[in-house]
Every structure is written in structure tokens, then in C-alpha cells.
């Protein structure tokens, strides 16, 4: 079941406040803190982040903190939306990124995630990516786009699984990349 009304602060203990944003049966999506430079630092370097999304040039816990604040709680300030941590409910253990992502070069905000590997395969990027998407009509966003590298198979088959259509190819601007276009059918 996924639950998109739920908006939650919670106080950690020596932390400050955490906002929830969503929960499904197994997941908690939550706003990114500066608290989770760690986190970031780590799954912003796996080979999988870097191969299918790209290198962020995030090495250290400095840059994990700029990451931090000019991504996801820039974005929460600016577009009422972003990346948020998925947490374990059951350990509360954060195991990737979901959310919306605005793009200049995209006429829509895109839909994002990441996982760290060891959670690959057990369906957690579909829960997230489908509360999202729920949680986008509470936000009056109507169009969502999802790019993805051509042969991310597995980041295709999410965007499927949660009602994206492919549209078209584009090179991407950043790094002249072929990616594909998918919009929310």
C-alpha cells in the first residue's frame, strides 16, 4: 500500500528535524539533511551511479555536503520537490535516492533514483518511484519525464513499471550522451 498524505517531522536525536514525505509498506522517503554526506558520499560513487547517471565529482564529505545543498534541499526550497533519502522502515537504514528532478533542458521534471547495490533487485525502486509519482498529483504536477542511458535495461523496466511510455532520444548536453526520453502515459 502507498500512502502519499503523510508528512511527518521527526526529531533525531542530536540531528535536528527530518521531514517525511511519503511511506509505502516498506519504505520511508524523507528530505536529504546534511546529515547524510556520508550516505551520499557512498552511493554517489558506486559503479552503478557513475556508469548509468553520471560522475558527480563527489570525493569527499565537503563535496558531499555542496552536493547536498545545491541538489535535493535546493530543490525542496525551489520547486516544492527533489530527491528524497529512501530509508528501510523496518532498520531505518537509507538505501538510495527518489524523487522528481527540475531540469532546464527538460520541459517537465524527470523522475529520478539510485540505489546502492546491495538493494538492487528487491523492487525498492519501483515502491519509490510509484509513491512519487503518486505523490506528484498531490503536487499539481501534471507531466513527468524519465531519462535513462539506452542500455540501463533495469532503470528501463522501472520507468515502465510505473506507467512511462518511451518518446524519444536526445543527446544529453551535459557529456554529449545518447539517452532515451520516457514521459508518464
Given at each position: 500500500?502507498?500512502?502519499?498524505?503523510?508528512?511527518?517531522?521527526?526529531?533525531?536525536?542530536?540531528?535536528?528535524?527530518?521531514?517525511?514525505?511519503?511511506?509505502?509498506?516498506?519504505?520511508?522517503?524523507?528530505?536529504?539533511?546534511?546529515?547524510?554526506?556520508?550516505?551520499i558520499l557512498?552511493?554517489?560513487?558506486?559503479?552503478?551511479?557513475?556508469?548509468?547517471?553520471?560522475?558527480?565529482?563527489?570525493?569527499?564529505?565537503?563535496?558531499?555536503?555542496?552536493?547536498?545543498?545545491?541538489?535535493?534541499?535546493?530543490?525542496?526550497?525551489?520547486?516544492?520537490?527533489?530527491?528524497?533519502v529512501v530509508?528501510?522502515?523496518?532498520?531505518?537504514?537509507?538505501?538510495?535516492?527518489?524523487?522528481?528532478?527540475?531540469?532546464?533542458?527538460?520541459?517537465?521534471?524527470?523522475?529520478?533514483?539510485?540505489?546502492?547495490?546491495?538493494?538492487?533487485?528487491?523492487?525498492?525502486?519501483?515502491?519509490?518511484?510509484?509513491?512519487?509519482?503518486?505523490?506528484?498529483?498531490?503536487?499539481?504536477?501534471?507531466?513527468?519525464?524519465?531519462?535513462?542511458?539506452?542500455?540501463?535495461?533495469?532503470?528501463?523496466?522501472?520507468?515502465?513499471?510505473v506507467g512511462?511510455?518511451?518518446?524519444?532520444?536526445?543527446?544529453?548536453?551535459?557529456?554529449?550522451?545518447?539517452?532515451?526520453?520516457?514521459?508518464?502515459?
Open positions: 500500500m502507498i500512502e502519499t498524505s503523510i508528512v511527518d517531522i521527526t526529531f533525531v536525536k542530536g540531528v535536528g528535524i527530518q521531514l517525511i514525505v511519503l511511506e509505502t509498506s516498506r519504505l520511508i522517503l524523507r528530505h536529504a539533511a546534511l546529515t547524510d554526506v556520508e550516505f557512498t552511493l554517489l560513487n558506486t559503479p552503478g551511479f557513475i556508469e548509468n547517471i553520471g560522475d558527480r565529482g563527489v570525493r569527499d564529505l565537503c563535496h558531499a555536503q555542496t552536493y547536498l545543498i545545491d541538489g535535493p534541499i535546493s530543490s525542496y526550497q525551489q520547486n516544492g520537490f527533489g530527491l528524497y530509508e528501510l522502515k523496518s532498520s531505518g537504514e537509507s538505501i538510495g535516492l527518489s524523487g522528481l528532478v527540475k531540469r532546464l533542458v527538460l520541459d517537465a521534471p524527470d523522475l529520478g533514483y539510485a540505489f546502492l547495490p546491495g538493494f538492487w533487485g528487491k523492487g525498492y525502486a519501483v515502491e519509490s518511484a510509484q509513491a512519487v509519482v503518486c505523490h506528484s498529483k498531490d503536487l499539481s504536477i501534471s507531466r513527468i519525464l524519465g531519462i535513462v542511458s539506452p542500455g540501463n535495461t533495469a532503470s528501463i523496466k522501472v520507468l515502465e513499471k512511462m511510455a518511451f518518446d524519444t532520444t536526445m543527446v544529453w548536453e551535459e557529456d554529449n550522451s545518447e539517452v532515451l526520453l520516457y514521459r508518464l502515459t
